[in-house]
């Protein structure tokens, strides 16, 4: 009798193993791809399931390139070969610091602008937005602890990309700060296919009360269309002159 208990125990034990009416499925059974494991892949607990788009997702083909921004026809590559930081002021943005013009210089000259004016708008935008409001510091104080700066250290290069395309501005009226106002608005387009002188500003900032820091500029050619895309613009600072001391 003992025996026969024993053995009918066993079958129901092995009933309900394989999948009885009464037993509890783990939801992580099967998912090879759990939330979580694979950041990449959407609905990756479902994928898993299946097992179909779960391998073609390992190859990782689609995921890399699709966070990847569109290539630019030009980079413009400042390249550091001094012994001390080199610096870019910020506070207008790359327009005044990368600026370019064809033909001969002065009055002949006939300039690009290749990055937007600080605090502009696209005159596609209506009437609320197309004048920004760009309030300037109150104060020496507020102006120091608003500058931004991009660094290039020592030895070291930085990558300005460029769509290739020409900010073309043109008058506005919109509203600022509530207010009525008149501006400017630009619109994009491609430049004029020419040969253009290109200069890269910066400043080799220091913090010695004796020693001032020095602005340096750096000329480079460049023909437009590109012929071959990226075409690299190099911009290389060296250390600038050391300055003869004066005699008294």
Not at 9 to 25: E, F, I, P, R, V
Not at 39 to 66: I, L, M
Not at 129 to 139: L, S
Request: with cysteine; aromatic share 6%.
């Amino acid at each position: 009798m003992r025996m026969t208990q024993t053995l009918l125990a066993s079958m129901t034990a092995l009933a309900l193993a394989c999948g009885g009416g009464s037993a509890k499925k783990d939801p992580n059974i099967g998912n090879t791809h759990a939330t979580g494991d694979r950041d990449d892949v959407p609905f990756a607990g479902d994928a898993g399931d299946t097992g179909d788009t779960g391998d073609t997702g390992d190859t990782g083909d689609t995921g890399d390139t699709a966070d990847q921004p569109p290539q630019s026809p030009v980079v413009f590559r400042v390249v550091n070969s001094g012994s001390t930081e080199l610096s870019f002021n910020m506070n207008k943005g790359w327009q005044p610091v990368i600026f370019a013009w064809s033909g001969e210089r002065g009055k002949k000259a006939k300039p690009i602008v290749m990055f937007s004016k600080h605090c502009t708008a696209s005159c596609d935008l209506g009437e609320e937005e197309i004048c920004p409001y760009c309030p300037a510091p109150e104060n020496n104080k507020a102006a120091r602890e608003a500058q931004k700066y991009e660094q290039v250290a020592a030895g070291a290069t930085l990558d300005i990309p460029w769509d290739g395309q020409v900010f073309v501005y043109d008058k506005a009226r919109g509203v600022t700060d509530g207010k009525k106002a008149r501006c400017e608005c630009f619109r994009k387009d491609d430049p004029p296919p020419e040969e253009y002188t290109v200069w890269a500003c910066g400043v080799r900032l220091t913090a010695k009360a004796n020693v001032r820091s020095k602005p340096q500029c750096i000329e480079a050619k460049m023909t437009l269309p590109a012929s071959d895309t990226p075409m690299t613009i190099a911009f290389d600072f060296p250390d600038p002159p050391a300055e003869k001391s004066k005699k008294h």
